[in-house]
């Protein structure tokens, strides 16, 4: 499994972004980048935007509080920008896996794959690749990590 920005389950300081007021919802998106002040600029299209948005952040926060236990059978990959708000506790995700766990942090914000894609698709090849290993020297996965392409 490979995951990107977040800490993983157990893990969440601040408040709902989701149920925000506009405003203040408004500034957390603009805290986290990303969003090109074009769609803020135009109230038309912040508003066609702003319900996705909220429902992409609730569906995330809420992960938050349901999921606090329990382990997978597979391995866990993980990446982050090393400015994020949470970044120094990416190594969470080891406490959620019975097999192998490698995060790497690369500068920037949460939208650091914008700056790096080359290194995270050289990244998500090796975990690919990591996990292939794991499977032929028969360490016991699950069908939910089975990856074919």
């Not at 919802?25 to 969003?35: D, H, R, T, Y």
């Not at 019975?98 to 995270?120: A, D, P, R, V, W």
């Amino acid at each position: 499994m490979i995951v990107t920005g977040c800490t993983g389950p157990g893990i969440f300081e601040g408040e709902f972004r989701y149920n925000l007021p506009k405003d203040k919802f408004i500034m957390a998106l603009k805290e986290l980048g990303g969003i090109p002040d074009e769609v803020y600029e135009s109230e038309e299209l912040f508003d066609f935007f702003e319900p996705i948005l909220r429902a992409d952040f609730e569906i995330v926060e809420q992960e938050y509080e349901s999921i606090s236990e329990g382990k997978i059978n597979c391995p866990i990959f993980c990446v982050m920008g090393s400015e994020e708000k949470n970044a120094s506790n990416i190594s969470n995700w080891k406490n959620y896996t019975h097999s192998n766990f490698e995060h790497q942090q690369f500068c920037g914000n949460h939208f650091f794959i914008n700056q790096h894609s080359e290194k995270l698709t050289d990244f998500i090849e090796k975990a690919y690749h990591a996990s292939l290993d794991l499977e032929l020297n028969g360490v016991r996965r699950g069908n939910e990590c089975i990856i074919r392409f």
